[in-house]
């Protein structure tokens, strides 16, 4: 992936890189959050989201703290992220939050368009926990 954004970046420039990076990423992450709605007989609440969890923790992927967990709102923290240590280990650290935190909001778009998404701090981006919100 460092090859693609540098092509780009040295092609169109590094705003030019992280557009295009980040346009296809969203364009996945909506596809994704469909298909996994799609499985389920009824749209998805977040209940189901919570069922749906497990698949990014998967392997200490992700180490997390729920806060509030109901019907109507989810609330946890992400206290480890191997994704962020894996980028930076890999030399993607600049964007790793386009291939994967701006996913987030996103699969949450194809997954249940109603479902409120916020998140105003990441690891990847230097903070001690990513808090997502929903």
């Given at each position: 992936m460092k090859n693609v954004f540098d092509e780009i970046s040295n092609n169109f420039g590094i705003k030019a890189a992280e557009e295009i990076i980040g346009k296809a990423c969203s364009n996945s992450a909506i596809a994704h959050g469909a298909a996994m709605a799609d499985v389920l007989e009824k749209k998805p609440d977040l209940r189901d989201f919570a069922d749906i969890l497990p698949n990014w923790t998967k392997e200490e992927a992700?180490?997390?703290e729920v806060l509030d967990e109901?019907?109507?709102?989810?609330?946890f923290n992400v206290t480890r992220?191997?994704?962020?240590?894996?980028?930076?280990?890999?030399?993607?650290?600049?964007?790793?939050?386009?291939l994967s935190c701006s996913r987030d909001a996103d699969f949450c778009k194809g997954y249940n368009s109603e479902i409120k998404f916020e998140r105003t701090q990441t690891i990847m981006k230097g903070a001690k926990y990513c808090d997502f919100r929903l």
């Open positions: 992700l180490e997390i109901a019907a109507s709102v989810m609330n992220c191997r994704y962020a240590e894996m980028y930076e280990e890999m030399g993607l650290k600049d964007i790793g939050h386009l």
